[in-house]
């Protein structure tokens, strides 16, 4: 007889740790965790100059409701409104269970959480504990949940696919990276937290360690919800890093080198007044991600980069000098009143940095890169995916008993608040715990042949997939091209039709499986929707060498797709109003948000 979890929780990651403690507290004690490694993932390894945490306003002053979080939220565009309305109602819950938890969010000398604006967002509801604010709250979740609850976790397991019961999901099938072996894990639900398909794209500020297990769900047969939506910007890539904020204030030049060592500063090449290219450097601060709405604005310094780098020429930005006939006097207003205000009107981009904010130069310095020295290499990257695998507002897939919470759920539209993704790591999994905990168990265990596919693999150094995430980030990223997205489908097809099996070792082999069949995913979403949706949120679309104009229409739809096909969903509205209180006073079925 199997051994069958109440729970099976996949990834250690804030998401993962977090549905692992909600459990426990609703009194779901059979639970395990299965992680490829307890160490890797976006969550623990990332990071920026302040990275956000995004609840409601509790500074003590700033009148705020879930009702008008939820709105905000939903005014991005192809979301749902009731999605976001959980995400805002429990918000504070999850946020002040962090606190207990010893995730030291500033407080006021009265108690109040002071809060600042974030992106797409003019309110006070975002707060930090600096630039690791991530990695904080994984590590004290983990430390509840492993020294606290002591759930087992099972590490240095690569979870290859999802065993199910016709369409019930009931354990998952493992590669054990030690004894490189398959094993089976049997569970009545399965929760996968496991982030984005980072795997997908070369440029990438994720982690290396993220690779994320989307084409394994895919491949288990789920949807997936505007896969499309992602957010890029700018980062250095030697060491992944954000340049926003503060890197961009002080101005930097724009340099691009050739394969034989010519350098050039570039951006008067894209630019008719040089002065207007540095305004939009600075706005860059602020309007980090790419956006299409702002493509004739600030986001024309990412187009710029973007044609650098696709005429084969690598592309830094160097602190040492001002760029090009720098004349403070011509920047926009908002830059020079910046400048001036923040006391940073001195020689060189480096020296306004040191003035600004010292610490951003340590961040590097501790990799080895010395601004004051060195040229930072950069490029447009993805840095975070709004859309994912298509769930309910429990989180549920459209396979029963799967779940997928955090980052590889596709929770949001054409553009988030900024710090509303880790909001969402925690919000996720109180919602599936409940959901969980009250609902009527339908869980059959299988007799399935699980073949070990080991027996039939071939070792081979010389595999390689990589050349298809330059090609990803060169023609399906933010700025995509129809007829080039259309060929690469048809290459990675070619791959995945005769996937052979054989590999360097049995981890790429799976690992690469995955990242194909996510590509794929991407490309067909890509080539079904945006012919109707045209350009919108955080990508540019071309078709027939044109950009196609946002078809403002579809910003009240989800663009729902899998085999190719695409369905459009009407989003709900915000909920609004409750019933009489006794209502709640009576009522014990708490899953019904
Ligand atoms: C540079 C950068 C800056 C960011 N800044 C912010 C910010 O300021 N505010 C904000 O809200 N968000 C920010 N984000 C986004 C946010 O950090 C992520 O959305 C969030 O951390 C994702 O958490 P997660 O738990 O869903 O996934 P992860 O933390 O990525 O965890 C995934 C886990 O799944 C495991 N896993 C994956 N595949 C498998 C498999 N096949 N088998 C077993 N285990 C597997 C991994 O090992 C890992 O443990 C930023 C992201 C980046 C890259």
């Known amino acids: 007889?199997?051994?069958?979890?109440?729970?099976?929780?996949?990834?250690?990651?804030?998401?993962?740790y977090s549905v692992a403690d909600w459990l426990f507290k609703e009194g779901i004690k059979d639970i395990a965790i299965i992680t490829e490694n307890r160490l890797s993932g976006t969550s623990r390894n990332t990071g920026s100059d302040k990275q956000t945490y995004y609840k409601l306003s509790m500074d003590g002053y700033t009148p705020d409701s879930p009702y008008k979080m939820a709105l905000d939220m939903f005014s991005g565009g192809s979301c749902d409104g009731e999605k976001m309305y959980i995400e805002a109602v429990n918000s504070q819950k999850c946020f002040l269970r962090l606190c207990d938890y010893g995730v030291n969010f500033p407080t006021d000398s009265f108690g109040g959480f002071p809060g600042y604006k974030t992106d797409h967002d003019d309110t006070l509801r975002a707060t930090s504990v600096g630039p690791l604010?991530?990695?904080?709250?994984?590590?004290?979740?983990?430390?509840?949940?492993?020294?606290?609850?002591k759930t087992p976790l099972l590490d240095n397991r690569l979870v290859i696919e999802i065993l199910k019961n016709e369409n019930r999901a009931v354990?998952?099938?493992?590669?054990?990276?030690?004894?490189?072996?398959?094993?089976?894990?049997?569970?009545?639900?399965?929760?996968?937290a496991t982030g984005a398909p980072a795997c997908i794209y070369e440029d990438s500020v994720y982690p290396v360690s993220q690779h994320g297990m989307t084409g394994v769900l895919i491949d288990a047969g789920v949807r997936m919800c505007n896969f499309t939506q992602w957010q890029y910007g700018m980062a250095s890539v030697d060491f992944r890093w954000n340049v926003s904020g503060s890197f961009m204030q002080v101005i930097p030049r724009f340099v691009s080198i050739d394969e034989k060592g010519e350098e050039r500063e570039f951006l008067s090449d894209y630019f008719t007044d040089i002065h207007e290219?540095?305004?939009?450097?600075?706005?860059?601060?602020?309007?980090?991600?790419?956006?299409?709405?702002?493509?004739?604005?600030?986001?024309?310094?990412?187009?710029?980069?973007?044609?650098?780098?696709?005429?084969?020429?690598?592309?830094?930005?160097?602190?040492?000098?001002?760029?090009?006939?720098?004349?403070?006097?011509?920047?926009?207003?908002?830059?020079?009143?910046?400048?001036?205000?923040?006391?940073?009107?001195?020689?060189?981009?480096?020296?306004?940095?040191?003035?600004?904010?010292?610490?951003?130069?340590?961040?590097?310095?501790?990799?080895?890169?010395?601004?004051?020295k060195d040229m930072l290499k950069i490029a447009v990257c993805a840095q975070h995916n709004n859309g994912g695998v298509y769930t309910d507002c429990n989180f549920e897939t459209d396979i029963e008993g799967l779940y997928v919470i955090g980052e590889a759920a596709g929770s949001f539209g054409l553009s988030r608040p900024g710090g509303s993704?880790?909001?969402?790591?925690?919000?996720?999994?109180?919602?599936?715990?409940?959901?969980?905990?009250?609902?009527?168990?339908?869980?059959?265990?299988?007799?399935?042949?699980?073949?070990?596919?080991?027996?039939?693999?071939?070792?081979?150094?010389?595999?390689?997939?990589?050349?298809?995430?330059?090609?990803?980030?060169?023609?399906?990223?933010?700025?995509?091209?129809?007829?080039?997205?259309?060929?690469?489908?048809?290459?990675?097809?070619?791959?995945?039709?005769?996937?052979?099996?054989?590999?360097?070792?049995?981890?790429?082999?799976?690992?690469?499986?995955?990242?194909?069949?996510?590509?794929?995913?991407?490309?067909?979403?890509?080539?079904?929707?945006?012919?109707?949706?045209?350009?919108r949120g955080g990508a540019i679309f071309i078709k027939n060498g044109k950009i196609v104009e946002e078809n403002t229409h579809y910003r009240d739809f989800l663009s729902v797709t899998g085999n190719g096909k695409i369905e459009y969903i009407k989003v709900s509205p915000v909920p609004f109003g409750q019933k009489p209180f006794e209502y709640y006073l009576n009522k014990t079925d708490e899953s019904k948000f």
């Open 133 to 149: 604010t991530s990695k904080v709250m994984t590590e004290k979740l983990e430390n509840i949940v492993l020294e606290h609850n």
């Open 1 to 16: 007889m199997n051994k069958v979890y109440k729970a099976l929780i996949i990834g250690s990651g804030a998401a993962a």
């Open 277 to 372: 290219a540095y305004s939009f450097v600075f706005l860059k601060g602020y309007q980090w991600p790419f956006s299409f709405e702002r493509a004739s604005l600030s986001s024309q310094i990412d187009l710029a980069v973007h044609a650098e780098m696709q005429k084969n020429r690598k592309v830094f930005l160097d602190y040492r000098k001002n760029p090009k006939d720098f004349n403070f006097e011509k920047l926009c207003d908002e830059a020079k009143k910046y400048i001036i205000d923040t006391d940073c009107l001195v020689d060189t981009p480096i020296k306004r940095l040191e003035k600004l904010n010292s610490k951003a130069i340590d961040v590097y310095m501790r990799q080895n890169i010395n601004l004051y």
């Open 171 to 192: 354990g998952v099938k493992v590669l054990n990276l030690i004894s490189n072996q398959i094993e089976t894990i049997f569970a009545e639900n399965i929760i996968s």
């Open 421 to 535: 993704a880790l909001n969402d790591t925690q919000v996720g999994g109180l919602v599936v715990s409940k959901h969980i905990k009250n609902k009527a168990t339908t869980f059959t265990d299988i007799a399935k042949d699980i073949a070990d596919y080991s027996l039939n693999f071939i070792t081979d150094e010389t595999v390689d997939y990589s050349h298809f995430k330059k090609k990803m980030s060169e023609v399906a990223s933010f700025k995509r091209d129809y007829e080039a997205c259309i060929s690469l489908l048809d290459e990675v097809n070619a791959v995945l039709e005769k996937y052979p099996k054989r590999h360097k070792s049995l981890r790429e082999y799976y690992s690469d499986k995955d990242m194909l069949i996510s590509m794929k995913a991407l490309l067909e979403a890509i080539i079904a929707e945006n012919p109707d949706t045209g350009s």
